[in-house]
């Protein structure tokens, strides 16, 4: 970790959270924020003073609300809230995800409207920088009044109890905390509540979510080039002036790119009678389309990881009850994002059938050496309508949903995390299914024998593909080891 990233409750961006959740970065915290922190601190500490009745400090929460807490029990209330909130279920979630949900619960809360002390922060920072990583079950979360259970199981390492991962183990947190030299804290007033009342587990998702669906956006608009070239595609599809007259900024920028990369190659035709299906002809509007969740997304998550989300807010006199941890926003932004993949993924899987069904006459079909004693790419294009056919199950919008909990006290909830969940998967198998379309236009251009008609641009990425899958390599053989390979090319 050579490069330092210092958070200021308002400056946190998609590629930063990218950073820290892969550990490529020192997390650090700004000087002005602390201060913050510190004021938010004793403006809360006065509030109690003046026996004020405050929402998770000196009441229960949840539909608990209406009732007192005693000034000697309101300490104990915050451990009761962490440790009885630390109720998720299923498999832990990747520690990149977790320490992305660190980072954002941080920088949020250095916002200083959350009456929290600087040891609660400083212990975050320690969490991310020295590897801590805890034991967080993937399931739990509504999406409301915070991402509860995920986040008390963070701030149950906090205190010193709980479980952590290392080395792949599942492990007690007193085990490892002693190890890297990290002392728990014991919670104070508002503590609990103010580390697990947050959309950080949803705005994680999103926040890293939008750095594969860039990678996928980009790769997309690669293949669909190589898919041109194979196909001797028409790029009048193109032409500057038809999205001139229809100026949708996604669809703007992949006309340009396809323009671009196809420029000099003398594989594409130029013919005003002829024209392409739909997957090559109308690339720029498809794939534009898709870039229309991309930016909501950006604009969310720069908003949603840079707020003040908690609950109560705590002013200079006042504490005011709200909903920002409603993640409402986050939410249907992840649900967009999951359409915009299946665009793509369909539209890949489209082109695939294209390149194997014979469209173009000087290639056998399905790219098969000998076809009948060979198969060729038959079974891949299989695997990519596999594929395809389960994100359109999962693309189902889990914000359509909500269950009423807390006894209809938070009676309409998000389901954010559930609509992350899945957008990690539909990701997953869009980038499997753009991988088999690079192979098969890759193939479709060595059994033709064009790379000599190439654009520059596509002969960069036909050498890149060669580096996986031999050009000589044309027999029957095992696809999985190059979709691979290829899948992890576009999401690194």
């Known amino acids: 970790m050579n490069r330092i990233i210092t958070l200021n409750g308002s400056n946190l961006t998609y590629t930063d959270l990218w950073n820290i959740a892969n550990k490529r970065v020192t997390v650090a915290i700004d000087k002005e924020a602390i201060i913050k922190v510190k004021e938010g601190r004793k403006n809360l500490e006065k509030l109690i003073e003046k026996n004020m009745p405050i ?51 941080l920088n949020t809360l250095l916002k200083g409207y959350s009456g929290i002390r600087t040891e609660v922060v400083t212990l975050m920072v320690e969490l991310l920088n020295k590897g801590v990583y805890p034991y967080v079950p993937v399931f739990g979360s509504v999406g409301a009044s915070g991402d509860l259970a995920p986040l008390a199981a963070v701030a149950m390492v906090m205190i010193g109890e709980g479980y952590v991962i290392e080395n792949e183990k599942k492990i007690e947190t007193s085990k490892i905390i002693r190890k890297k030299n990290i002392f728990p804290i014991k919670l104070m007033e508002k503590e609990g509540l103010a580390i697990i009342n947050a959309t950080s587990l949803m705005t994680s998702y999103l926040g890293l979510s939008l750095r594969n669906y860039r990678s996928i956006l980009k790769n997309a608009e690669n293949a669909a080039s190589l898919s041109f070239e194979a196909l001797h595609g028409n790029i009048d599809a193109i032409d500057p002036l038809l999205h001139k007259l229809k100026p949708h900024k996604g669809e703007l920028e992949v006309a340009k790119s396809l323009r671009k990369n196809l420029s000099k190659s003398k594989n594409v035709i130029t013919a005003n009678s002829v024209q392409d299906p739909y997957s090559l002809r109308a690339v720029p509007q498809v794939i534009g389309a898709a870039y229309e969740p991309y930016y909501l997304g950006v604009k969310i998550f720069n908003t949603e990881a840079n707020a003040f989300v908690d609950n109560p807010l705590i002013d200079d006199n006042r504490a005011i009850s709200g909903a920002n941890f409603h993640g409402q926003h986050i939410a249907m932004a992840l649900d967009f994002l999951a359409l915009g993949n299946n665009y793509i993924s369909g539209f890949s899987e489209r082109r695939i059938e294209k390149l194997l069904s014979g469209a173009n006459i000087n290639v056998n079909k399905f790219l098969a050496h000998e076809p009948g004693i060979s198969s060729g790419f038959m079974i891949a294009q299989y695997t990519a309508a596999a594929l395809h056919s389960y994100s359109k199950v999962l693309s189902h919008p889990a914000s359509s949903d909500s269950i009423p909990t807390s006894l209809g006290q938070e009676d309409f909830v998000s389901m954010g995390p559930n609509s992350g969940n899945k957008l990690m998967m539909i990701i997953n198998n869009t980038a499997y299914v753009i991988a088999i379309e690079f192979l098969s236009a890759y ?28 050009v000589e390599n044309t027999e029957d053989q095992p696809l999985t080891p190059y979709i691979e390979l290829m899948k992890k090319e576009i999401l690194t």
């Open 443 to 470: 193939r479709s251009i060595c059994m033709e024998g064009t790379y000599d008609l190439l654009s520059p641009y596509t002969k960069k990425l036909f050498n890149r593909i060669r580096t996986i899958m031999p």
């Open 55 to 105: 929402y998770g400090v000196n009441t229960g929460v949840g539909k608990l609300q209406d009732i007192v807490i005693n000034r000697e029990q309101i300490k104990e209330l915050q451990l009761n809230i962490v440790r009885s909130h630390s109720s998720g279920a299923g498999e832990p979630m990747s520690e990149e995800l977790v320490r992305g949900m660190i980072a954002i619960r």
